[in-house]
């Protein structure tokens, strides 16, 4: 979608559903040096360190997540956006939304799961930032606090770094249809800094170090 005066989805963003994110960053004509991996290994800031972002792009747009805490093993983080989210229920359109990023914080998907309060059609977040150890992690449904969207939960394995351009991991969801990001029953805005998803991961006393480290290092200034 482009502009706020003809709110109709592109042909390209309609058809991501089955897109590798490669194919989503080459048909947005995005600089090669905002999402080949090279430029994030050569960032003296974040090379080395725990979590990273899978591009340049994401590293000067999209804040880390956030830490939430270091109980029983594991270690929660909790990502949000960092662009606005303005949507509408259209009797024709049917949900019209619009957010502004080069990358779009989401894309539409193909993977079908229902939820109450919600609308049908699924979209999925690419993670902006990765855990850089090996085993499994979770994607969780916020809880503790109010987010528009419906998580898919999921469990997933590190992501392969030894490609050109990254390919993150897609975690589904659906939007509801009432909530506080609601303005009135056809109009809603989701502001920045809004709860997308948890992530929880058993880790051993020395990598939680590294997550000390790193959100020790880490500037949120910077945004």
Avoid at 11 to 17: A, E, G, K, N, T
Avoid at 86 to 98: A, M, P
Avoid at 122 to 137: A, C, Q, S
Wanted: glycine letters at 4%.
């Amino acid at each position: 979608m482009r502009g706020d005066r003809h709110p109709n989805p592109s042909q390209f963003w309609l058809s991501s559903y089955n897109m590798s994110f490669r194919d989503i960053v080459d048909k947005s004509n995005c600089s090669r040096k905002h999402v080949e991996y090279q430029y994030v290994l050569s960032n003296d800031t974040i090379k080395n360190s725990v979590l990273k972002p899978v591009n340049d792009y994401v590293y000067n747009l999209y804040p880390a997540p956030e830490f939430l805490k270091y109980e029983d093993g594991y270690i929660y983080l909790r990502q949000k956006t960092h662009a606005e989210i303005w949507v509408k229920r259209d009797y024709k359109l049917g949900f019209y939304f619009l957010d502004r990023p080069h990358i779009r914080q989401f894309y539409t998907s193909d993977k079908m799961f229902k939820a109450e309060n919600t609308f049908m059609v699924p979209y999925r977040f690419y993670m902006p930032w990765f855990i850089d150890l090996e085993g499994d992690f979770e994607i969780l449904q916020v809880s503790d606090e109010y987010s528009p969207f419906v998580i898919e939960e999921s469990t997933f394995s590190k992501i392969d770094t030894n490609l050109n351009i990254l390919e993150p991991t897609f975690i589904n969801f659906l939007f509801k249809k009432t909530g506080e990001h609601m303005l009135n029953p056809t109009h809603g805005k989701i502001s920045i800094g809004t709860p997308m998803y948890d992530i929880k991961k058993k880790v051993d006393h020395r990598e939680y170090q590294l997550f000390e480290k790193f959100y020790k290092e880490y500037k949120y200034t910077r945004f």
